[in-house]
C-alpha cells in the first residue's frame, strides 16, 4: 500500500546516470505494485552505468551481474556494506553498496522496502561519469492532490502500462 506521504511513480527510467535520492527509490518501490510490467525476469549480465532494474528477489539472483565485487577479508563473499534509509524521516528501506573490485569507482546500490522485501531496486553507476544534475520524471502524482484530472492522468497511465504488458509488452518501461 502506497503511503500517503510518498508520490505515485507512474514510470519508470531504465538508465539514470546519478542515484537517486531516497525518496525517489521508495516512489518506485512502492509504486511497482501498479506496474508488474517493470519487474526484470532476469538477471541483466555486467549491466552499463545508469542502469536501474526492479527484481522479484523470490524469482531472480539479482546479484548474479557477473561483475567481480571487491569481497571481504575472508575472500570468499562480497563486501557490501549495509544501511537503513529514511524517507520523510522515518526509516522505511534497506539499502546494500558493492565496489567493483577493479574500478572503485564503479558501485552496485541494492534497495527494498522493510515493508515488502521480496521487490529490489538495483541501481549501478561509475561516479567518474555520473551526471548529478541530469533530470529524472516519474511522472509522479501527489496522492493527496485534490486535482482530479491530474489523479484521472495517472490512472490513465497505468491503465495504459497494464493494457501494454497483457499484450506482450512485458518487461519495457513506460
Known amino acids: 500500500q502506497l503511503p500517503t506521504d510518498l508520490p505515485v511513480a507512474t514510470r519508470f527510467v531504465r538508465t539514470l546516470k546519478r542515484w537517486l535520492n531516497n525518496r525517489e527509490v521508495a516512489s518506485i ?4 505494485h501498479f506496474h508488474k510490467q517493470w519487474l526484470s525476469d532476469s538477471c541483466a549480465e555486467s549491466p552499463a552505468s545508469g542502469s536501474l532494474f526492479l527484481y ?3 524469482l ?14 575472508d575472500g570468499r563473499t562480497t563486501r557490501e556494506d549495509h544501511t537503513k534509509l529514511k524517507v520523510n524521516g522515518e526509516v522505511r528501506m534497506y539499502g546494500c553498496y558493492a565496489h567493483l573490485e577493479t574500478k572503485s569507482s564503479f558501485h552496485r546500490r541494492c534497495y527494498w522496502l522493510l515493508a515488502n522485501t521480496d521487490i529490489v531496486l538495483v541501481h549501478y553507476l561509475d561516479t567518474d561519469f555520473a551526471d548529478i544534475n541530469a ?5 509522479v502524482v501527489d ?3 485534490k486535482d482530479l484530472a491530474a ?6 497511465a497505468i491503465a495504459n502500462a497494464n493494457n501494454a504488458s497483457q499484450s506482450g509488452g512485458g518487461g519495457g518501461s513506460s
Open 135 to 139: 533530470p529524472l520524471d516519474l511522472g
Open 151 to 156: 489523479m484521472a492522468q495517472a490512472a490513465l
Open 60 to 73: 531472480t539472483k539479482f546479484r548474479n551481474d557477473f561483475y567481480a565485487w571487491e569481497k571481504r577479508t
Open 56 to 58: 522479484d528477489r523470490r
Open 29 to 32: 518501490l512502492y509504486s511497482v
Open 143 to 145: 496522492p493527496n492532490t
